[in-house]
């Protein structure tokens, strides 16, 4: 077998960056990135969606690029948003898994984040939403009537208002820069993934209490606002949320930090709760889409987005400030909940046709839509096939603003960023993909390599998706219709490339 040279890309990057006119480091728009949870390649209408539209993330891609081989690190969203907040591989790590809503810091306080390399390049740093990377310092442990020991703001973020693990998980309330927001004296907050608090209901013994939302799978303890959750949680009065408010309350923050900071370049991580379980949009998006629930909180996320945009308008900020969309992950359809999201899907396809979904090693689970707009720099309405990966986004983002990323820090984070502004239609040589259970998958520009890992073909606790675990190795030829829907194995047939594929999952695997 030939062994593989892959020149680093710091090597090529720089003189690329030269000749195509990327930006000089330094310069200093504003970022916000608008992370989608559990939203799939197919499931905008400018990729493709039907039965839903989304006007807002349309006129982003007219005035941005649009790119089609975009790459999430995971196929579920803590090991996705750890790799892209510290550009680590979360698979180096244990305790990167779906987090419960008690999990300690996944990403510690002395780890280099995103949003330390923004604040050093002299950025005001905000995080919203959707959070899932655990907070305090002990697991089980947190007091959440009183600051929590350790929070986003020992991560770089001046300023945070999030939801601590997801929506289906307590404790049901957001936290505001490590506190949780709105605390009610009258209503302590406890909160357990052992054991329930004595007398309350929860929706396996009470599921006459779910006026809202039942679960169809799992789902089945705690109660709050009509729809059953995971986890037992007490108390919490006036601060627990509504989940018809969930993403006003976010994009209110995110649209008060950007006018606060309309001055001074600021960074913003503005993770939705949309379109994760349970899918329960606010009254005036119902029937937006034909769909229903999973339908109509896609055109909240569209909702979300106008916000933005038009503020950025009204601002006058446009111009000036890089907005990047994505996803944590691939979508799901029934996820745990009786929303009808699988019967109402009348020929739409979440992932636009690939095969699998989250939590697999099929396309399905990890390529995502990806869009940036940066009026005047990146190109309007172009699609770019550069391969990319949120995993390069930290150093990419770097090379932007200049910041200088301490020695081994953001190991696996490679500079892209004129692939990322839509002036370099290669990308990456290659990228890497971890399904849910740990199996990676390489992918260059050419070929999908799915290594052989165990485990059942389809996934088994509910959610109607293929996982792609196969003991054999798989090779998908991306040139061919067959390979690039992973319907035909050519990995039988070509095992020098299968063994150069694997050759770059061991040396990546070997480093610390
Ligand atoms: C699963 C949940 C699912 C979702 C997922 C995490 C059950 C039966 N299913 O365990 O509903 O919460 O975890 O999704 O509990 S993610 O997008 O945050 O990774
Ligand atoms: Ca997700």
């Keep these: 077998m030939k062994p593989i040279t892959i020149v680093p890309a710091a090597l090529i990057l720089p003189a690329l ?43 982003l891609a007219d005035e941005g690029t649009r790119f089609t081989n975009a790459h999430a690190t995971a196929a579920t969203s803590t090991p996705s948003r750890y790799s892209l907040l510290t550009g680590r591989y979360a698979w180096r790590d244990p305790g990167t898994d779906v987090a419960a809503g008690d999990a300690a810091m996944i990403v510690k306080p002395e780890q280099y984040t995103m949003a330390d390399m923004f604040k050093s390049a002299g950025y ?12 305090g310092s002990e697991t089980g442990r947190q007091d959440w009537n009183a600051p929590l020991p350790a929070a986003l703001g020992d991560l770089g973020f001046d300023y945070s208002y999030i ?19 709105n605390w009610d004296p009258e209503a302590p907050i406890q909160v357990s993934y052992k054991e329930n608090f004595p007398g309350e209901p929860t929706g396996r013994d009470n599921p006459e209490l779910l006026y809202n939302l039942r679960p169809s799978h799992g789902h089945n303890q705690a109660i709050v ?33 950007i006018e606060d900071h309309a001055g001074a370049p600021f960074f913003m991580y503005l993770a939705t709760n949309d379109v ?70 009348n020929g739409h396809s979440p992932t636009g046709g690939l095969r699998g979904g989250k939590y697999s090693c099929f396309e399905g689970g990890t390529r995502v839509p990806l869009i940036v707009r940066w009026p005047g720099k990146v190109k309007a309405g172009q699609t770019s096939e550069a391969l990319v990966s949120q995993i390069d986004w930290l150093a990419s983002l770097a090379q932007l ?20 502004l839509g002036q370099d239609h290669a990308g990456a040589p290659y990228v890497i993909e971890q399904a849910s259970n740990h199996a990676l998958s390489v992918r260059t520009p050419r070929w999908k390599y799915i290594e052989p890992s165990k485990g059942k073909p389809r996934i088994p606790w509910g959610p109607n998706i293929e996982t792609g675990y196969l003991l054999q190795p798989q090779l998908y030829d991306q040139e061919t219709t067959e390979g690039r829907l992973e319907q035909h194995n050519a990995a039988p047939a070509n095992p020098a490339e299968v063994g150069r594929l694997a050759a770059i999952l061991a040396t990546e695997r070997a480093k610390p």
């Design 17 to 59: 960056a030269a000749a195509q006119g990327a930006p000089a480091a330094k310069e200093k728009p504003n970022v916000i990135m608008i992370y989608a949870d559990d939203l799939g390649y197919g499931d905008l209408e400018c990729y493709g969606a039907k039965n839903v539209r989304t006007p807002a993330v349309n006129r």
């Design 401 to 420: 603003t200049g910041a200088r990323v301490p020695r081994g820090a953001a190991p696996d984070s490679r500079p892209q960023l004129p692939a990322l």
């Design 163 to 181: 939801m601590a693990a997801t929506a289906d998980r307590v404790p049901c309330v957001f936290i505001e820069n490590g506190q949780v927001a």
């Design 276 to 345: 994760h379980v349970p899918r329960f949009p606010h009254p005036r998006h119902r029937g937006k889409s034909s769909m229903g629930l999973r339908g109509d909180a896609i055109a909240q996320f569209d909702a979300t987005v106008e916000s933005v945009l038009n503020l950025l308008d009204s601002l006058g900020i446009a111009d000036n400030t890089i907005v990047m969309l994505s996803s944590d992950n691939g979508p799901v359809v029934d996820d745990g909940y009786l929303d009808q999201a699988e019967e109402l899907l």
């Design 124 to 135: 005001a740093t905000a995080a919203l939403g959707k959070w899932h990377l655990g907070l």
């Design 225 to 257: 606002n009509g729809i059953s959750r995971i986890g037992y949680m007490k108390g919490g009065g006036k601060a627990l949320w509504k989940d018809e408010d969930i993403a006003d309350s976010i994009t209110a923050r995110a649209t008060r930090f």
